[in-house]
């Protein structure tokens, strides 16, 4: 009995350090992806946003919190030239709020809200088919909730925050995490 209790913790033990990691347990950053842009181009996140502080929200164009829009171009204006990037992920997840292609998505966000922070092309946040930015961003607080969930990844390209739709992307406490990692040194 005693050898079969032995021979079997072995086993679980070989069995768990065979295992494949899941990115999480491979120190995979947030930002070790590749993403289409709204216009098709292939995007490194990582060699994009490199050193700097970012606010990553899924965005709709048909949600009653669209007009974040402009909260979140006021915070690029305003943080920008100190290192903070806002990028937008369209998604149509959340009530069909999304249902358009590209193209009009971006006609829609410049001429509405003069939109110049980075926008992609529309992805899944949640389930299966989820991007994997999005599978990593959600891997321990759980699935986004709704359109326009907010997330503060620092120059280290760790999660600082994470904040509902309804919290306003100027916010003080959104502000304060922001202006907390940007006080921040690069790595």
């Known amino acids: 009995m005693r050898l079969l209790a032995t021979s079997l913790f072995t086993a679980i033990v070989v069995a768990m350090t065979t295992m494949p990691a899941r990115a999480e347990d491979k120190g995979t950053k947030v930002l070790d992806y590749t993403m289409k842009s709204i216009d098709g181009k292939e995007v490194n996140l990582a ?7 970012l606010l990553v929200v899924n965005v709709a164009s048909q949600c009653g919190l669209t007009p974040q829009y402009k909260q979140l171009e006021g915070l690029q204006d305003k943080f920008h030239d100190k290192g903070l990037a806002v990028v937008g ?6 009530g069909g709020q999304e249902p358009d292609s590209e193209e009009v998505i971006a006609k829609f966000c410049k001429t509405k809200y003069d939109v110049s922070f980075d926008l992609f ?6 389930g299966d088919k989820a991007a994997p930015i999005y599978k ?9 909730k709704w359109n326009f969930e907010k997330f503060v990844i620092g ?3 760790e999660i600082a925050a994470r904040f509902s739709p309804k919290t306003l992307p100027d916010a003080p406490e959104v502000i304060k995490v922001i202006e907390a990692e940007l006080a921040k040194p690069e790595k």
Do not use: D
């Open 121 to 126: 092309s529309k992805i899944e946040v949640n």
């Open 136 to 144: 990593q961003l959600t891997a321990k607080e759980g699935p986004i």
């Open 47 to 53: 060699e994009k946003y490199k050193g700097k502080v």
């Open 89 to 94: 992920f369209p998604c149509n997840q959340f």
């Open 155 to 157: 120059r280290n390209g």
